[in-house]
């Protein structure tokens, strides 16, 4: 496993802690639970990593698979080209993404613990289809010939930093205390008014990051 492979996958996944639904959801819990917050907002991040690690084995175990019968058939060259062009694509289309303002971001039912996993699990959903850094540090291990325990490994690491916005948020929270609600209001306002700018810049970032890895195989 090579130092350049890490930073890049590294660098993807800071780039995905600017995902908008679990980090607005994340400060709609801090604002308005009370009590067992620690917990209830532990059970939800844990619910989004959790599902965003079984999409990524199932991804790999899978992507995996088909990469060794296609091998088989077609050159590396056609991976290249195919990786490419997908980058292109999402380099394009990032201009063209709509600005949303005051987008409804995701919020519990009630307050027990099923509706928090629940709601960690329609987060999930909704951030899956868009988590284009996520698919594409998959596709770079995928092509990358790591063994299960080096990307299993990789895949840990990526989603703790995935939420680590999250906790950080927690963390200054149960520093601070009411100090932070001003702050959280004007920070879940923002995120409610950006989340189509910060989809766009996703799209940008991990076209060029594709488009740029998929060169020297052309």
Request: glycine share 6%; net charge positive.
């Amino acid at each position: 496993m090579s130092t350049e492979i890490l930073l890049l996958i590294g660098g993807l996944a800071l780039l995905d802690t600017l995902s908008p639904a679990t980090l607005g959801v994340t400060v709609y819990i801090l604002l308005t639970d009370k009590e067992k917050l620690t917990k209830r907002l532990l059970v939800y991040l844990l619910t989004v990593a959790g599902f965003y690690f079984a999409v990524g084995v199932s991804l790999m175990l899978g992507l995996v698979f088909l990469f060794e019968i296609i091998s088989g058939v077609f050159q590396n060259r056609i991976v290249s080209w195919i990786v490419f062009i997908i980058g292109t694509i999402l380099l394009i289309a990032s201009f063209y993404v709509p600005t949303k303002k005051n987008s409804d971001l995701p919020s519990p039912k009630s307050k027990s613990i099923l509706s928090i996993v629940a709601l960690g699990f329609t987060t999930s959903l909704i951030e899956v289809g868009t988590a284009f850094p996520y698919f594409a540090a998959i596709g770079i291990m995928t092509t990358s010939n790591l063994s299960w325990m080096e990307w299993s490994s990789i895949l840990a690491g990526y989603n703790v930093i995935m939420v680590m916005p999250s906790l950080l948020l927690f963390l200054f929270y149960l520093l601070f205390g009411r100090r932070m609600q001003k702050p959280l209001k004007k920070l879940r306002v923002k995120i409610a008014n950006n989340t189509g700018s910060a989809l766009s810049w996703i799209m940008c970032i991990v076209g060029i990051i594709l488009i740029f890895n998929s060169l020297d195989y052309l």
